[in-house]
């Protein structure tokens, strides 16, 4: 809310260090009371708290001693003895790259687009690195933060979700 009624990029900053600083899941809450309709000028906002987030539950179960007793670093270990995942993460990223290659293919065409919302679902869904090779492959959302940044703090997130899968100690 403070954003859409302040000028300037004070508040961006401010909104940005509140979520690093630990408060992604009061933000969260608010967008979905205040804020439900997603827009671009708000996309990047929601895909940084929303990572962040994560990136913070992940933290906060692992400070509090929901890890294994030795660090396991071996992740074609831990793909290999979790096929199903494997297979998700496989079709997951070719299918948001396709989406991607289908979204440039219309673009070029101007026929109807993939709504933003879907590509960004798709990357956050364990589809990053088809949606990275998408950008830099097919150069399509190159010009847009919320793909350019948003994708990588994505894949940042997962690959700390996949560390924490690995050392759960569960």
């Avoid at 992740?75 to 979204?103: E, M, P």
């Avoid at 690195?129 to 894949?155: C, E, Q």
């Amino acid at each position: 809310m403070l954003r859409t009624h302040t000028k300037g990029k004070q508040i961006n900053a401010l909104i940005y260090l509140i979520s690093l600083a630990g408060g992604a899941a009061g933000m969260l809450a608010a967008i979905l009371l205040f804020d439900r309709k997603a827009v671009k000028e708000n996309m990047m906002y929601r895909v940084w708290i929303i990572c962040m987030l994560v990136i913070q539950v992940i933290l906060l179960l692992l400070f509090k001693g929901q890890k294994a007793e030795n660090w396991n670093l071996d992740v074609n270990a831990f793909l290999t003895a979790h096929k199903i995942l494997t297979i998700y993460l496989g079709v997951i990223n070719i299918v948001t790259f396709l989406f991607f290659a289908i979204d440039k293919y219309r673009a070029v065409k101007n026929k109807s687009r993939i709504r933003i919302v879907t590509l960004l679902g798709m990357a956050f869904a364990g589809g990053s690195v088809g949606a990275l090779l998408g950008i830099y492959l097919l150069r399509h959302k190159t010009k847009k933060n919320y793909f350019t940044v948003g994708v990588p703090l994505m894949m940042v997130m997962q690959v700390l979700a996949l560390f924490y899968a690995m050392n759960a100690g569960w």
